[in-house]
């Protein structure tokens, strides 16, 4: 007989971990025990040699899907005299985990029985085990078991009570245990005046959808709006009734052999897809998808996810069909989530609704992903992740909260070694994104049981995010700077303290100095920083109606480059625009009347690609910048020129010149995809010069690639292959580049700066 005691450290809590190490133990005839410690899961095994050399082997398989093993450690100990392995309560270890674990996607066991017509739970939509199911979604309070959960009012039947207690069962302590006999159900509720259909409700959605209804789905953190994918007219109708021009919709595929056959799928998109997290995953969409233009009006970029719940299974094995699933909400408010909501805020954009008797204590939308040149990168981190521990290299001293920015607003919450991020709250720009905020707060509060009184927010005032701190009393409010935040999530991220070279390129953070920056060379420790270098400043005429009417951004950068009378005549999106908008731009740029300076090195991309697309409007946040980036012609390997200078403090990266190189491309009918590939290579030269220089200046300290910007894959993977160094460039994955990552470095910037005090 030997002894082991492994440590296992990844994601191995509120995942049905422990009974599953107690089943295999009991099957492989292991003596012993296992419990949670702070960072994961130790197993004490006793068995011989051979047998603990198996079990440790069957540990670190694919059985369960949900956990991560990030680190598996062994040490011998001594043997001791047992008759049994045991699941030892986390009080007893003296532990306290987290309360409340993050919702998983449906496992494959549980898949199984409700599509397995000898199954009690055959085509049961509310199936769920230890591995997979509702946790952070239905929970009321702490501590998370089936009395504080949305299930409460829900009494099992002896079955189902049989399966809770029994500890060698898949279903031991599953809280929201259910099935047909005692659980919740399902029912249809028609809004476009027709009669209730008599037919299973499932099977009544299908139908509507096969015939190109709009049907609301109830899901795990919200409501969506589905339609046939396939169906141009159907999908066609949900863009007009949600107000949404050409944003790309996403779409559920029942399968991954689905998947491929709508979007080119490599071997680490297929594990973002298959992640017991099920983010949406952008991809390229195949030129024989079979998909209508409606799903992605202009660019090839779009949401693929495999279904999350069984409801979800269930749907698509009736309708066999992809379908585009997209949030129920109007424009950009949060998610629908309430059923009596859900009817009223529905009625004329979905035909019927398809929901049932489970509340959703508290709403959370679909998290997203895409693998950025090479790396798996979460976008949005929402559902799934939340409230999910991320791990801090050096503890903070006291809890901190921190408010986010402004659009894609996500919050965290900083204590001991271990941060938690909010769910995705959305743009912060009207008063239901603000009480949503305020709610998601306080729930993350009461389930972490602590009410931080350090606040940290964005400097901008004018922030929502700003202002509610600010509606805090008794608090200590630390103002921590945009691009400060960006770099620090991102050394978060990587378990480092600095000092680092950061690198943020965004659209837009407001700057100690007042103005917009956004394309920022920062000498970053936590506790401070050095603004090294920025780009030269764009004037934004009518602030940010500039933002959609990006021709504006486009014309500043002509009447720079070209001091004032740029060849406006030669250009075609000019074309586009009346003469007399364009003069009193002019006007408004040239006496400086509401046209602010930005230097975000997103509106370069928007200015840029406004004039190489001849595209004057953008109807939502990057679009002309996302589709600038797809255009790009990858055997282009010249730049155009640009300057460094270095008479200024902090130095300013001058595109003036490859703005006018650019120009005189388009009037020589140079393709788009050419100027694309040309201006991308510029910010990317630009960029690695910056970096040698300051290397040379500062000792070679990582580089720390971080904001919205380096979502754009040629521009990431640029940079990392001109910086020589390239064990030193540091990059996002599971941290958001863009805003929605911020409050992270928010939060670790705040308790950085107070030291020791407060
Ligand atoms: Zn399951
Ligand atoms: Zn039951
Ligand atoms: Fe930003």
């Known amino acids: 007989m030997a002894g082991h005691r492994i440590e296992i450290r990844g994601t191995v809590q509120g995942v049905g971990f422990r009974p599953w190490v107690y089943r295999l133990a009991r099957r492989m005839g292991v003596v012993g025990r296992v419990r949670n410690d702070p960072r994961g899961v130790t197993i004490e095994a006793f068995g011989s040699q051979a047998i603990l050399g198996l079990f440790v082997k069957e540990l670190q398989g694919d059985a369960l899907h949900a956990a991560q093993i990030v680190e598996l450690r062994e040490t011998t100990i001594p043997d001791e005299e047992l008759d049994a392995f045991l699941i030892e309560s986390s009080a007893a270890s003296g532990h306290r985990a987290l309360s409340i674990p993050p919702d998983l996607a449906t496992c494959e066991d549980c898949t199984r029985e409700v599509l397995d017509r000898h199954d009690r739970r055959f085509g049961y939509a509310f199936t769920n085990c230890t591995a997979c199911g509702p946790r952070f979604t239905i929970a009321t309070g702490i501590p998370y078991d089936r009395a504080a959960t949305t299930m409460s009012g829900f009494a099992m039947c002896a079955a189902c009570q049989a399966e809770y207690d029994d500890v060698g069962d898949r279903r031991f302590h599953a809280q929201p245990n259910a099935c047909p006999e005692c659980g919740p159900a399902l029912s249809l509720d028609r809004l476009d005046g027709q009669a209730p259909s008599k037919v299973n409700p499932l099977a009544g959605a299908a139908e509507l959808l096969s015939r190109g209804a709009v049907v609301a789905v109830k899901g795990l953190g919200g409501f969506h709006l589905a339609c046939d994918a396939r169906d141009g007219a159907a999908v066609r109708r949900l863009r007009e009734r949600k107000h949404r021009d050409e944003k790309p919709f996403a779409v559920m595929v029942a399968s991954l052999d689905a998947a491929q056959a709508l979007a080119k799928i490599s071997a680490d998109e297929e594990a973002l897809l298959r992640a017991a997290e099920r983010p949406v995953v952008l991809l390229r969409g195949r030129q024989d998808a079979g998909l209508p233009v409606e799903v992605s009006p202009e660019t090839k970029l779009f949401g693929l996810f495999l279904p999350y719940t069984p409801l979800h299974h269930l749907l698509l094995d009736a309708v066999k069909r992809p379908l585009v699933m997209t949030s129920a909400n109007v424009s950009d408010e949060p998610i629908c989530y309430e059923n009596d909501e859900a009817r009223q805020r529905l009625e004329g954009i979905a035909d019927a609704i398809l929901l049932h008797d489970r509340e959703i204590a508290m709403r959370c939308d679909d998290s997203v ?113 945009h691009h400060h935040a960006h770099v620090a999530s991102l050394m978060a991220e990587h378990g480092i303290q600095g000092p ?117 409007r953008s109807t939502y946040e990057g679009q002309v910048a996302i589709a600038w980036d797809q255009i790009a012609n990858e055997s282009v390997s010249d730049s155009y020129p640009f300057e460094i200078d270095r008479a200024r403090i902090p130095w300013e990266v001058d595109l003036r010149p490859a703005v006018r190189a650019a120009v005189h491309d388009l009037g020589a009918a140079v393709p788009a995809g050419d100027v694309s590939a040309r201006f991308h290579n510029a910010v990317v030269e630009a960029t690695a010069e910056l970096v040698e220089a300051l290397w040379a200046d500062q000792g070679d300290l990582p580089v720390a690639l971080t904001g919205g910007v380096f979502q754009n894959a040629w521009l990431a993977a640029g940079i990392e292959k001109q910086i020589i160094n390239k064990n030193r460039v540091l990059r996002h994955s599971e941290v958001p580049p863009n805003d929605g990552g911020i409050a992270l470095g928010q939060a670790l910037i705040a308790d950085a700066v107070l030291g020791d005090k407060g």
């Open 369 to 481: 992903g895409r693998v950025i040149a090479g790396v798996p990168t979460i976008m949005r981190r929402s559902r799934g992740f939340v409230p999910k521990p991320f791990y801090l290299a050096r503890p903070v001293a006291r809890p901190v909260l921190a408010c986010g920015a402004h659009l894609k607003n996500t919050f965290c919450i900083a204590m001991g070694d271990t941060a938690y991020f909010g769910p995705h709250i959305g743009d912060l720009e009207t008063v239901a994104a603000f009480d949503f905020l305020e709610e998601a707060v306080e729930r993350l509060q009461t389930i972490l049981e602590v009410r931080p009184d350090v606040i940290a927010h964005d400097l901008h005032p004018g922030y929502l995010s700003t202002r509610y701190a600010k509606t805090r009393d008794d608090v200590t409010l630390v103002g921590v700077q």
């Open 500 to 616: 680092v070279l950061g690198v943020a390129y965004d659209g837009t953070g407001f700057g100690e100095d007042e103005t917009s920056w956004g394309g920022e060379f920062l000498h970053c420790s936590l506790e401070r920083y050095e603004r090294m270098a920025t780009f030269r400043p764009i004037r934004l005429a009518g602030g940010d109606l500039a933002m959609r009417e990006v021709w504006r951004i486009g014309y500043a950068l002509l009447h720079d480059a070209y001091d004032g009378a740029p060849p406006i005549d030669s250009l075609s999106l000019l074309g586009e625009v009346s003469s007399k908008s364009i003069e009193l731009v002019k006007n408004m740029i040239e006496r400086e009347l509401n046209a602010p300076q930005a230097r975000g090195v997103g509106r370069y991309f928007d200015g840029f690609g406004a004039l190489a697309l001849g595209r004057a």
